[in-house]
């Protein structure tokens, strides 16, 4: 047993996505050997991702609060875009992977999971009805245009990513949005943040 303190810290650390036990305890001594210089500023970085970030009002994901406190993020308020289509996305990072292709110029939307079942708790965990809300009224969550003329459903090839997927395109149904998946070229279980950008393109460009 390591003494309290230090085992507070490893508690803290391990309950980070994919972080165990003893990646944890290498976190902790590593700040145990940083400055204090250090330390102040990885709290620092702490503190201002809570103080600066928000949450974009259309597509959710995390933006630096800008000095006209808008609400939406740069990507939503970007009005050279297409704002006719909306992709959506697990995460931020699947996000990240698509602008990196730079072949898709359209909006998008974070669901911020996936879902295992269709029990109503795994539901609830992510964010479809914000989505059908935000699809139906596209005006009142900022985006100023009548109706979106194109779904994109871009979740990971796998069982969980393909049951979310069906759940969201039958969820959405009584709004008449043409939906897309992305095509071929994706391996079965891969994941988008993990694909190569060639790949990306590809099944961005195939989508059907
Ligand atoms: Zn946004």
């Given at each position: 047993m390591y003494p309290p303190s230090i085992q507070k810290a490893i508690e803290q650390f391990s309950r980070?996505?994919?972080?165990?036990q003893r990646t944890a305890s290498r976190f902790a001594f590593y700040i145990l050997k940083a400055s204090p210089a250090e330390v102040k500023e990885l709290i620092a970085a702490i503190h201002a991702l809570k103080k600066d970030i928000q949450l974009c009002r259309f597509c959710f994901s995390p933006f630096q609060i800008s000095p006209e406190h808008s609400p939406l993020c740069e990507i939503c308020r970007?009005?050279?875009?297409?704002?006719?289509i909306v992709c959506v996305v697990e995460k931020e990072n699947d996000l990240e992977s698509i602008e990196k292709t730079n072949l898709y110029k359209g909006l998008y939307f974070v669901l911020g999971g996936t879902v295992h079942t269709l029990r109503k708790e795994d539901i609830r965990a992510i964010r479809a009805q914000e989505l059908k809300e935000r699809l139906a009224n596209p005006k009142e969550f900022g985006i100023q245009i009548e109706k979106f003329q194109e779904l994109l459903i871009a979740t990971n090839p796998t069982p969980e990513g393909e049951a979310t997927g069906l759940y969201i395109e039958r969820l959405m149904e009584p709004l008449h949005i043409p939906v897309t998946r992305l095509g071929r070229g994706?391996?079965?279980?891969?994941e988008l943040e993990y694909a190569d950008e060639e790949t990306l393109k590809n099944a961005l460009e195939g989508r059907r």
């Open positions: 980070f996505p994919t972080i165990g970007n009005t050279a875009r297409n704002t006719n994706l391996p079965i279980g891969a």
